[in-house]
C-alpha cells in the first residue's frame, strides 16, 4: 500500500472518531438535559415532602445543566467523568430510595420501582454511564 494511500486511510480513521466522539457528546449533552428536566417535573413535590430530597433534586438540576452546557464547550476527561459519576449517582440514590429508602422520605418511595418518570430517569442515567465509559475507555487506549 502506498505511503499516500496509508495516510489517507489513517486521517479518515481520525475523521470517524472525532466524528462519532462528536455525535456522542452531543447524545450526553441530551441526556443531562433530560434528567434535568425529568427531576424538575418531580421537584416540587419532592420539596413538599421531603425537603432534603427535594434539595439534592436541586442540586442534580444545576449539575446536569452545567455539566451539559461544560460538555458542549470542552471535550476533557474531567467533564466526561464528571458527568459519568453524576449519572451514576443518581441511578444509586434511586437504588437506595427504592429498597431502603433515603433520610427525611420515611421510607415513602420503597418499593416504587416502576414509576415512570423514575424509569425514564434511569434509562437515560444509564445511557450517560455507558457513553461516558465508552468514551473514556477509547481516550485512555
Known amino acids: 500500500m502506498s505511503t499516500i494511500r496509508k495516510s489517507v486511510?489513517?486521517?479518515?480513521?481520525?475523521s470517524d472518531a472525532n466524528s462519532v466522539t462528536t455525535v456522542r457528546r452531543g447524545l450526553v449533552v441530551m441526556c443531562l438535559v433530560g434528567i434535568a428536566l425529568i427531576h424538575l417535573l418531580d421537584?416540587?413535590?419532592k420539596l413538599d415532602e421531603a425537603p432534603f430530597i427535594g434539595a439534592l433534586f436541586i442540586a442534580l438540576i444545576v449539575a446536569s445543566?452545567?455539566?451539559?452546557e461544560a460538555l458542549v464547550r470542552y471535550d476533557?476527561?474531567?467533564v466526561w467523568a464528571a458527568a459519568g459519576a453524576v449519572a451514576a449517582a443518581t441511578v444509586l440514590a434511586y437504588i437506595l430510595s427504592r429498597s431502603v429508602g433515603l433520610p427525611g422520605e420515611g421510607g415513602a418511595e420503597i418499593?416504587?420501582?416502576?414509576?415512570?418518570?423514575?424509569?425514564?430517569s434511569l434509562l437515560i442515567e444509564g445511557l450517560v454511564v455507558w457513553m461516558v465509559a465508552?468514551?473514556?475507555s477509547r481516550n485512555s487506549a
Not at 486511510?9 to 481520525?14: E, L
Not at 445543566?65 to 451539559?68: E, G, K
Open 43 to 45: 421537584v416540587e413535590e
Open 134 to 136: 465508552v468514551r473514556l
Open 9 to 14: 486511510i489513517s486521517t479518515q480513521s481520525i
Open 65 to 68: 445543566l452545567l455539566l451539559a
Open 76 to 78: 476533557e476527561f474531567v
Open 111 to 120: 418499593g416504587k420501582w416502576t414509576e415512570a418518570l423514575g424509569l425514564a
